[in-house]
């Protein structure tokens, strides 16, 4: 099977490139730890632009109804920047939760931002606070939510908020859901693992240590090779867990899950080998380094950690 993306994809993921490497996101990230989410809702304001917020959304709402392989593109490049806000909640999750709502139409042009809680693997709404809808989530049914107690996460720019259901039920297929959330967050962490790699390739080629730059010692060269295999170990296996969603496949489960697992193996890999790489200035506040490797550490646990997911593998492989 070929996961080679097609030159129309590489575009998008290239236009989302140039527009979020122009807009100053880690300045947005601090930002929105600070409480101040003016500049974060301005980079989704250049995302919807560019279609982003539109992608899983039907037709019907103005949506692209795209393929989740487009999505997965998508969201890899926001987890190489490091985007704040409900990413895989809003992008990817809500469109399916909304089904046939008419806010579906104000989630496709960007005017309205989605947080989700669906128990147990997202028992919590993140950034609720910054969200103009909060769904509740579980068995098939879906209900609007009211934030509650706040909750300090390892990334001080994901607050989770305790949630409440309120109002009239509606079904949805909350199963579904939870694919697409795993699914996202796993293309979020291939993205983060790719910036903190380029990142460190970069930096070991210009830091000198003993009149000679790191990168040309055999110990750094390894273990950054460690991680582009991991990197690109994981890759295809997003993309892998993409079509089975597309096509309803009875293996969507196994394939989410090996994906989750490896993304966020890759990550953690990619995260250690960074501040090796840099040493103790990589996580200082000032390094933009620090907040990948702060995001990481929650996308990890987020939508089910690599623990759960690797078991949901074994389980599934027991059926066969």
Request: proline content about 4%; charged content about 20%.
């Amino acid at each position: 099977m070929n996961f080679e993306i097609d030159d129309q994809q590489r575009d998008f993921a290239a236009s989302i490139n140039a527009a979020l490497g122009a807009a100053n996101v880690p300045a947005a990230v601090r930002s929105w730890s600070a409480g101040d989410h003016d500049p974060g809702r301005k980079v989704w304001s250049t995302l919807a632009e560019l279609g982003v917020t539109a992608l899983a959304v039907p037709e019907k709402f103005d949506g692209i109804e795209a393929h989740p392989v487009d999505l997965v593109v998508a969201a890899e490049r926001l987890g190489y920047w490091g985007v704040p806000g409900p990413v895989a909640e809003s992008v990817a999750v809500a469109p399916v939760l909304l089904a046939d709502d008419d806010r579906s139409a104000a989630l496709a042009a960007g005017e309205l931002v989605v947080t989700v809680a669906l128990p147990p693997h997202a028992p919590r709404a993140v950034d609720a606070d910054s969200s103009g809808l909060i769904l509740v989530a579980g068995d098939g049914e879906v209900r609007d939510g009211t934030a509650g107690e706040a909750h300090a996460s390892v990334d001080p720019s994901r607050i989770l908020f305790d949630v409440a259901a309120d109002g009239a039920p509606w079904q949805a297929d909350t199963a579904r859901a939870f694919e697409f959330g795993a699914l996202v967050t796993a293309a979020q962490l291939v993205g983060a693992g790719q910036a903190m790699l380029d990142g460190s390739v970069a930096y070991a080629k210009q830091r000198t240590q003993f009149g000679r730059v790191i990168g040309s010692y055999q110990a750094i060269k390894h273990k950054l090779a460690d991680v582009h295999i991991a990197v690109e170990m994981a890759r295809p296996l997003v993309y892998g867990a993409a079509l089975a969603l597309a096509d309803g496949s009875p293996d969507t489960a196994r394939d989410v899950s090996a994906a989750k697992a490896a993304a966020s193996d890759a990550a953690l890999l990619a995260a250690r080998t960074s501040l090796q790489t840099h040493g103790a200035i990589g996580f200082t506040q000032e390094h933009d380094l620090s907040l990948l490797l702060l995001r990481v550490q929650a996308l990890r646990s987020a939508w089910g950690d690599a623990t759960w997911h690797r078991n949901r593998v074994l389980r599934e492989l027991t059926r066969l």
